[in-house]
């Protein structure tokens, strides 16, 4: 089975290494070819543009930044949706919206072939590893079909029901992690105000009830100054937005998810949009 993956940001790169470690080959496609040099060293093919993969590829997957950018690569003249044929799948894993996902799985439907919606938690430490939590929307069929692509990349891969189901889940992971987040950052300026070290402190905190995979992988970053972006702050405002908009569409009061909003919202207007999500503890800072 040939894949097509396009976006070779944070993430993607990580999940391309997984499938060609795999096996895989894999041809890869991005705006600027320059990000996806060290990639192609590792063995993937090099496509000038998205007809190009696609004319070579069983399976595409998509990774991008936000839902204008799905939009884009599947919808715009000679996009995926133009070039994808009967018997394809496509595999949108960007977090992004539910309605998008939906609309995607009915004009690939029409083409004769399956879109699902698998957008993964883990971040890039998960994605280098192959230990990405995979959360997929579509027909059980289609993800029958292309399970074994999903294991290469993520250990924790779970069926959520039809199109969209995936990106609702991912809300839900998006939902937990967002004052989790509030809270860690919390707990780590307060022990090092009350004069505490705060690497002893997670040796306390990180294995009992407090524990989380933010707490063990995140704090210590915090603790040491390291905000590089195994997820960017942009990114993660855009999904929270998303998961605002679903809940009031709902009818849903999230107060913590709104407070956590304005917070990494805040720390956007301070410059820190290309930082981790752990830079949130500037803000206490």
């Given at each position: 089975?040939?894949?097509?993956?396009?976006?070779?940001?944070?993430?993607?790169?990580?999940?391309?290494?997984?499938?060609?470690?795999?096996?895989?080959?894999?041809?890869?496609?991005?705006?600027?070819?320059?990000?996806?040099?060290?990639?192609?060293?590792?063995?993937?093919?090099?496509?000038?543009?998205?007809?190009?993969?696609?004319?070579?590829?069983?399976?595409?997957i998509t990774i991008v930044g936000y839902p204008y950018d799905v939009k884009q690569v599947y919808f715009e003249e000679?996009?995926?949706?133009?070039?994808?044929?009967?018997?394809?799948?496509?595999?949108?894993?960007?977090?992004?919206?539910?309605?998008?996902?939906?609309?995607?799985?009915?004009?690939?439907?029409?083409?004769?072939?399956?879109?699902?919606?698998?957008?993964?938690?883990?971040?890039?430490?998960?994605?280098?590893?192959?230990?990405?939590?995979?959360?997929?929307?579509?027909?059980?069929?289609?993800?029958?079909?292309?399970?074994?692509?999903?294991?290469?990349?993520?250990?924790?891969?779970?069926?959520?029901?039809?199109?969209?189901?995936?990106?609702?889940?991912?809300?839900?992971?998006?939902?937990?992690?967002?004052?989790?987040?509030?809270?860690?950052?919390?707990?780590?300026?307060?022990?090092?105000?009350?004069?505490?070290?705060?690497?002893?402190?997670?040796?306390?905190?990180?294995?009992?009830?407090?524990?989380?995979?933010?707490?063990?992988?995140?704090?210590?970053?915090?603790?040491?100054?390291?905000?590089?972006?195994?997820?960017?702050?942009?990114?993660?405002?855009?999904?929270?937005?998303?998961?605002?908009?679903?809940?009031?569409?709902?009818?849903?009061?999230?107060?913590?998810?709104?407070?956590?909003?304005?917070?990494?919202?805040?720390?956007?207007?301070?410059?820190?949009?290309?930082?981790?999500?752990?830079?949130?503890?500037?803000?206490?800072?």
């Open positions: 089975m040939n894949i097509g993956f396009i976006g070779t940001g944070v993430m993607g790169k990580g999940m391309i290494g997984q499938l060609l470690s795999k096996g895989y080959e894999v041809c890869i496609h991005t705006r600027t070819k320059s990000k996806a040099e060290s990639l192609i060293e590792a063995g993937a093919e090099w496509c000038n543009n998205v007809a190009d993969l696609a004319e070579k590829s069983d399976t595409i000679n996009g995926l949706l133009d070039n994808v044929r009967e018997g394809m799948h496509l595999i949108d894993m960007t977090t992004s919206t539910p309605s998008l996902a939906e609309e995607i799985a009915k004009a690939a439907s029409e083409k004769g072939a399956e879109a699902l919606d698998a957008p993964v938690s883990g971040g890039d430490i998960g994605a280098r590893e192959g230990k990405l939590s995979i959360m997929v929307g579509g027909s059980e069929q289609a993800f029958a079909t292309v399970k074994p692509i999903f294991e290469a990349m993520g250990t924790n891969i779970v069926y959520q029901g039809q199109a969209g189901a995936g990106q609702h889940t991912k809300m839900c992971n998006q939902i937990a992690i967002a004052s989790n987040m509030l809270g860690v950052a919390e707990a780590v300026v307060y022990a090092e105000k009350s004069g505490l070290s705060p690497e002893n402190v997670l040796k306390s905190i990180s294995t009992g009830a407090a524990g989380s995979w933010s707490l063990s992988n995140l704090a210590p970053r915090m603790i040491g100054g390291d905000f590089a972006p195994g997820f960017y702050i942009k990114h993660f405002v855009k999904d929270l937005r998303i998961a605002i908009e679903e809940a009031d569409r709902m009818g849903l009061e999230l107060p913590g998810l709104k407070l956590s909003e304005s917070i990494y919202e805040r720390l956007v207007e301070l410059g820190y949009e290309d930082n981790g999500t752990q830079a949130v503890y500037n803000f206490y800072k």
